[in-house]
């Protein structure tokens, strides 16, 4: 096997409009190189009588770029984690964006293939906005905003789910990322007391924040508090598979019946695409243990720890974090009076 590597760069991950930044240089067995650029700088401080934080938000843009692969990627997951202060890490957004057609206007840039990239260009709301799901008429019509990390609702009680309704869901796979069926399942951020990062018009999100803001909170008068946010980034680059293949106008699988003849039309109709790129069933991570990489047991439906941990291991994995602190000043208490009678005599 010819050698083949990858440059994945992320870059522009922040909070409010801060800047900031973390350089990260990792390679794969010596296979492989990455390069990661991340930031999330400080957001401005908070102040008020009480030293109360109603709510933290993020809202990333970022690149991913890869070369010379040997598997085209039609797929790029990503999943966002966030701890708050001496909390959990949680999960508390995740989409995989199709990218089998080139894109290139002012929110994103997509190129699939063996050599292609993914970039928001805006901040990620922002880019998420554009897609025409979430004016379609079928509902629920909810725009999407910066993602929450942390607010005074809280992370949802997950445990509350109805799991049992939900085929080849349970707790534990919607938690770890291994089965978690579509996101209208679950509440969204549109809703009451819903999953605050969860957009069931685009199919992403499913979850909500990652802690409550009692942590963030300074109940001491005339005094500054920091308190430190992580954010955790995991990208997965992704073969294309046929039910993604099926919804391009490039491509016509009328009259075809079996795997391998849809699986030919794409490749012919799809410059970037050759026939052993495609998966039939559930995309799987892109070269799985070829070249010396990682090779999953279920390449199609790995756990957000097993990706972590692979990091190092495999070229279509990416996995960094970066923090930024919240400043939560409780203004000095006075009291007074002040005024006039306006008083007059003649």
């Given amino acids: 096997m010819q050698r083949r590597d990858l440059l994945k760069t992320v870059g522009g991950i922040g909070a409010a409009t801060t800047v900031g930044g973390l350089g990260l240089l990792a390679s794969t067995g010596g296979a492989a190189a990455a390069t990661v650029n991340i930031s999330a700088g400080n957001p401005g401080k908070v102040k008020n009588d009480r030293g109360d934080v109603s709510e933290v938000t993020a809202n990333p843009t970022f690149t991913v ?84 990390i942390a607010d005074e609702q809280g992370r949802p009680d997950y445990s509350l789910i109805d799991f049992d309704s939900i085929g080849g869901v349970t707790l534990s796979s919607f938690l770890d990322g291994t089965s978690m069926s579509s996101a209208d399942t679950y509440p969204g951020a549109h809703e009451d007391g819903g999953h605050q990062n969860n957009y069931p018009d685009i199919n992403a999100g499913y979850y ?18 920091d308190t430190t946010i992580k954010l955790r980034y995991t990208f997965e680059l992704q073969r294309p598979n046929l039910s993604q293949l099926s919804y391009l106008d490039a491509v016509d699988f009328s009259g075809l019946s079996t795997d391998a003849e849809k699986k030919a039309k794409a490749a012919e109709e799809l410059d970037w695409l ?7 069933g559930n995309s799987k991570i892109i070269m799985n243990g070829e070249d010396g990489q990682f090779n999953f047991a279920t390449p199609d439906g790995i756990s957000y720890a097993d990706l972590r941990g692979n990091a190092d291991n495999h070229v279509g994995i990416l996995s960094t974090t970066a923090s930024f602190d919240v400043k939560a000043v409780n203004e000095e208490s006075d009291s007074g009076v002040t005024g006039s009678s306006n008083t007059n005599a003649s």
Avoid: C, H
């Avoid at 909500?208 to 508090?225: K, M, V």
């Fill in 274 to 280: 050759e026939e052993s790129d495609i998966d039939a």
């Fill in 208 to 225: 909500g924040t990652a802690d409550d803001t009692t942590a963030l909170d300074n109940p001491d008068d005339g005094t500054p508090q």
């Fill in 65 to 148: 770029q890869w070369e010379n692969l040997d598997d085209a990627v039609g797929k790029v997951f990503y999943l966002v984690e966030a701890k708050v202060a001496g909390g959990d890490w949680s999960p508390i957004f995740r989409a995989t964006p199709w990218i089998a057609e080139g894109l290139n206007n002012e929110y994103i840039r997509q190129v699939p293939g063996t050599t292609g990239r993914y970039e928001v260009k805006v901040p990620l709301s922002q880019a998420l906005n554009q897609d025409p799901r979430f004016d379609d008429g079928d509902g629920p019509d909810a725009s999407a905003g910066p993602l929450v």
